[in-house]
């Protein structure tokens, strides 16, 4: 993948991410933010790459499993609290009925 | 195109697809929990992609296995438990530890490569890096100050209200620009220089802000962390990794925007302005009450009875007290007696845009009772009783009336419409904002002072004495 291409990709994500997030609902604002919070912690792929392409350089191993770590914690965690919210909201309905 | 290639390829393309599709049902009430689990699918599949690759191509050797195991047993395992534990008011200080260590994981690869470089080192790879390590720092140090400050773990210290920190800032990110350039040019012993310059104006930056301001920061530095991503994606070459992070950059900017509208601030007097206390000490000198009429639970509680129609405006203050189940049971008692019952919901109100509606949830409360206040405002003029809760400065009607206000301008509940105003509080103290609530000395309102969950108990006792409640 070229360098230019990889602007391009760039460029039509950040379009993309400015599209998706048009009206929201006060109401959804922080389970919105936890969630993409948690997307960020996509880095875990960068992590995974380095850990694989290490080649047996230990220090680059331990580097990659450390950022592996953080951003899980970030994924699960940022996934986990988003679910715990938004499960209180959906709860409703089934209630009354 | 090799089979592994178009494998992953197709992979990816389904995962940013469902990604993009997840990002927009949590806009929707009625999708949004069905979309957090499907970007959580989406997230595990680009995990699966990427790992098919290597196995179909290179390999993974058993020793990097391992490694990936002990970490991502480790960040699950420590993420899992902090999200089951963690109580609802403190989601905004939970999110920005996480958001953190999003930003920490970019900064610890982008170091990885750049000292053990894994593949050809061209100047594009140098800028993504240096790029990286930046905003990664500036993610890592700026989210945790932030949560240390939500938390009351850090004071806002005296020098970072003057100008000094304008100077200290300026220094710090010259310093890094510095570096930033040195790092590019291909000398890497700057990348320590880097990487502490950076964290230091992550922390300075931060750091004058003022409590009420936070989430806007938190907001902010999450956008910071999808760029922090994609500039690591530039690093590992993938697609998936910048397509993400530019996604959660762009629509974390947007988010904050949003937050900045509903508090009527300008993004650039939230990053530079210091905390709204701090100006508004000059410019409000009329800090004292002068007509501040205080009352008895068992007052509000015969005012009630006789109201038919009740507004509730509910603050952080309520979140802190855990009263949000005890007030269910007051608006419950009041409901049964007929007595029309609504919350009265401010853009910002708790700590968080859309905190209070997650607390108040929790709490029970039906969805439809919950009104926005554009949609609540017109209905202040018919409503008998209005009880504010733990909220101060979003009904606070100098923002209508005092232009010379630092709140002058910013979206209000207009509570003093009403017939009759309860306000329960501990004390005098000021909001967030520091500045005199002119509502309290309205002669409709009074003061019920107290813990908003003794109140509240005390209220449910003299409701129960006058019957209210009890029919049927």
Same mark, same amino acid.
């Given at each position: 993948?070229?360098?230019?291409n990889?602007?391009?990709?760039?460029?039509?994500?950040?379009?993309?991410?400015?599209?998706?997030?048009?009206?929201?609902?006060?109401?959804?604002?922080?389970?919105?933010?936890?969630?993409?919070?948690?997307?960020?912690?996509?880095?875990?792929?960068?992590?995974?790459?380095?850990?694989?392409?290490?080649?047996?350089?230990?220090?680059?191993?331990?580097?990659?499993?450390?950022?592996?770590?953080?951003a899980?914690?970030?994924?699960?965690?940022?996934?986990?609290?988003?679910?715990r919210?938004?499960?209180?909201?959906?709860?409703?309905?089934s209630?009354?009925? | 195109?090799?089979?592994?290639?178009?494998?992953?390829?197709?992979?990816?393309?389904?995962?940013?697809?469902?990604?993009?599709?997840?990002i927009?049902?949590?806009?929707?009430?009625?999708?949004?929990?069905?979309?957090?689990?499907?970007?959580?699918?989406?997230?595990s599949?680009?995990?699966?992609?990427l790992?098919?690759?290597?196995?179909?191509?290179s390999?993974?050797?058993? !020793?990097?296995?391992?490694?990936?195991?002990?970490?991502?047993i480790?960040?699950?395992?420590?993420?899992?438990?902090?999200?089951?534990?963690?109580?609802?008011?403190?989601?905004?200080?939970?999110?920005?530890l996480?958001?953190?260590?999003?930003?920490?994981?970019?900064?610890?690869?982008?170091?990885?490569?750049?000292?053990?470089?894994?593949?050809?080192?061209?100047?594009?790879?140098?800028?993504?890096?240096?790029?990286?390590?930046?905003?990664?720092?500036?993610?890592?140090?700026?989210?945790?100050?932030?949560?240390?400050?939500?938390q009351?773990?850090?004071?806002?210290?005296?020098?970072?209200?003057?100008?000094?920190?304008?100077?200290?800032?300026?220094?710090?990110?010259?310093?890094?620009?510095?570096?930033?350039?040195?790092?590019?040019?291909?000398?890497?012993?700057?990348?320590?220089?880097?990487?502490i310059?950076?964290?230091?104006?992550?922390?300075?930056?931060?750091?004058?802000?003022?409590?009420?301001?936070?989430?806007?920061?938190i907001?902010?530095?999450?956008?910071?962390?999808?760029?922090?991503?994609?500039?690591?994606g530039?690093?590992?070459?993938?697609q998936?990794?910048?397509?993400?992070?530019?996604?959660?950059?762009?629509?974390?900017l947007?988010?904050?925007?949003?937050?900045?509208?509903?508090?009527?601030?300008s993004?650039v007097?939230?990053?530079?302005?210091?905390?709204?206390?701090?100006?508004?000490?000059?410019?409000?000198?009329?800090?004292?009450?002068?007509?501040?009429?205080?009352?008895?639970?068992e007052?509000?509680?015969?005012?009630?009875?006789?109201?038919?129609?009740?507004?509730?405006?509910?603050?952080?203050?309520?979140?802190v007290? !855990?009263?949000?189940?005890?007030?269910?049971?007051?608006?419950?008692?009041?409901?049964?007696?007929?007595?029309?019952?609504?919350?009265?919901?401010?853009?910002?109100?708790?700590?968080?845009?859309?905190?209070?509606?997650?607390?108040?949830?929790?709490?029970?409360?039906?969805?439809?009772?919950?009104?926005?206040?554009?949609?609540?405002?017109?209905?202040?003029?018919?409503?008998?009783?209005?009880?504010?809760?733990?909220?101060?400065?979003?009904?606070?009607? !100098?923002?209508?009336?005092?232009?010379?206000?630092?709140?002058?301008g910013?979206?209000?509940?207009?509570?003093?419409?009403?017939?009759?105003?309860?306000?329960?509080?501990?004390?005098?103290?000021?909001?967030?904002?520091?500045?005199?609530?002119?509502?309290?000395?309205?002669?409709?309102?009074?003061?019920?002072?107290?813990?908003?969950?003794?109140?509240l108990?005390?209220?449910?006792?003299?409701?129960?004495?006058?019957?209210?409640?009890?029919?049927q």
């Amino acid at each position: 993948m070229s360098f230019i291409n990889l602007l391009w990709v760039l460029l039509l994500g950040s379009l993309l991410g400015l599209e998706l997030i048009g009206k929201v609902p006060p109401t959804l604002h922080t389970p919105l933010m936890s969630g993409a919070n948690a997307i960020s912690g996509i880095t875990m792929l960068a992590a995974l790459t380095c850990i694989v392409k290490a080649e047996g350089n230990v220090p680059l191993l331990i580097i990659g499993s450390v950022s592996l770590g953080f951003a899980l914690f970030n994924v699960v965690g940022g996934f986990f609290v988003t679910d715990r919210m938004l499960a209180m909201f959906s709860r409703k309905p089934s209630n009354k009925k | 195109m090799t089979l592994p290639e178009i494998i992953q390829f197709v992979i990816d393309l389904l995962a940013v697809l469902l990604l993009a599709l997840g990002i927009k049902g949590l806009s929707k009430v009625k999708s949004a929990r069905d979309a957090n689990r499907l970007a959580a699918f989406a997230m595990s599949l680009s995990v699966v992609g990427l790992l098919s690759y290597y196995l179909g191509t290179s390999g993974i050797a058993i !020793q990097s296995w391992i490694w990936i195991i002990i970490g991502s047993i480790t960040g699950s395992l420590f993420g899992a438990i902090l999200a089951k534990k963690v109580p609802m008011t403190s989601m905004p200080e939970t999110v920005a530890l996480f958001n953190g260590c999003g930003g920490m994981s970019s900064l610890l690869v982008a170091l990885g490569v750049a000292i053990f470089p894994i593949s050809s080192s061209s100047l594009i790879n140098q800028v993504s890096i240096s790029v990286s390590i930046f905003v990664g720092a500036i993610t890592f140090t700026g989210s945790i100050v932030a949560m240390a400050k939500l938390q009351g773990w850090l004071s806002t210290p005296g020098w970072t209200q003057s100008k000094v920190r304008h100077f200290v800032n300026i220094v710090f990110a010259v310093a890094s620009l510095i570096a930033f350039f040195d790092l590019i040019n291909g000398n890497t012993s700057s990348i320590w220089l880097l990487v502490i310059v950076s964290s230091l104006l992550g922390i300075g930056v931060t750091l004058p802000i003022g409590g009420a301001d936070m989430p806007v920061v938190i907001s902010l530095l999450n956008s910071y962390s999808g760029i922090a991503a994609a500039a690591a994606g530039f690093v590992v070459n993938s697609q998936l990794l910048i397509i993400a992070g530019a996604m959660v950059g762009a629509a974390g900017l947007i988010l904050t925007q949003v937050m900045c509208k509903g508090m009527n601030r300008s993004l650039v007097s939230v990053l530079f302005g210091g905390s709204l206390s701090a100006q508004s000490t000059a410019s409000s000198g009329s800090g004292e009450y002068t007509n501040i009429t205080s009352c008895s639970v068992e007052e509000c509680a015969l005012t009630l009875e006789a109201a038919n129609k009740v507004i509730i405006v509910p603050g952080y203050g309520l979140a802190v007290a !855990q009263a949000q189940h005890t007030l269910r049971e007051v608006t419950k008692k009041l409901e049964q007696n007929g007595i029309e019952v609504v919350y009265a919901i401010h853009p910002v109100a708790g700590r968080m845009p859309g905190h209070m509606n997650v607390l108040l949830a929790e709490a029970d409360v039906p969805y439809e009772q919950l009104k926005e206040m554009d949609v609540v405002n017109p209905d202040f003029p018919a409503t008998d009783v209005v009880l504010v809760l733990g909220a101060n400065d979003v009904v606070n009607p !100098q923002a209508k009336n005092d232009s010379s206000s630092p709140l002058y301008g910013m979206p209000v509940l207009d509570v003093q419409e009403a017939r009759t105003v309860f306000v329960i509080k501990r004390g005098m103290s000021a909001g967030y904002s520091g500045i005199k609530n002119d509502l309290f000395d309205l002669p409709n309102t009074s003061m019920v002072f107290g813990d908003a969950k003794k109140v509240l108990n005390d209220l449910i006792g003299e409701l129960k004495d006058l019957g209210v409640g009890e029919k049927q």
